[in-house]
């Protein structure tokens, strides 16, 4: 038997893109910050390194 692939759902309206668009932003933007919170906390922490040696970024 085999099996059809999900019909396409219909398209948004314009204010539905919009605001799906605009959660979407707003996600990655507390995305980013919480990352950059993090990095700024664990640079914080982190030992002093002797001058001349690189730090590794992940």
Known sequence: MTTKPPADPPRPKPADAKAERE????A???ANLRRRKA??????EAP???PGQEREES
């Not at 990095?39 to 914080?44: D, F, M, V």
């Open 23 to 26: 959660t979407r932003l707003a």
């Open 48 to 50: 002093p390194q002797p």
């Open 39 to 44: 990095q700024a906390r664990a640079r914080e």
């Open 28 to 30: 990655a933007l507390r």
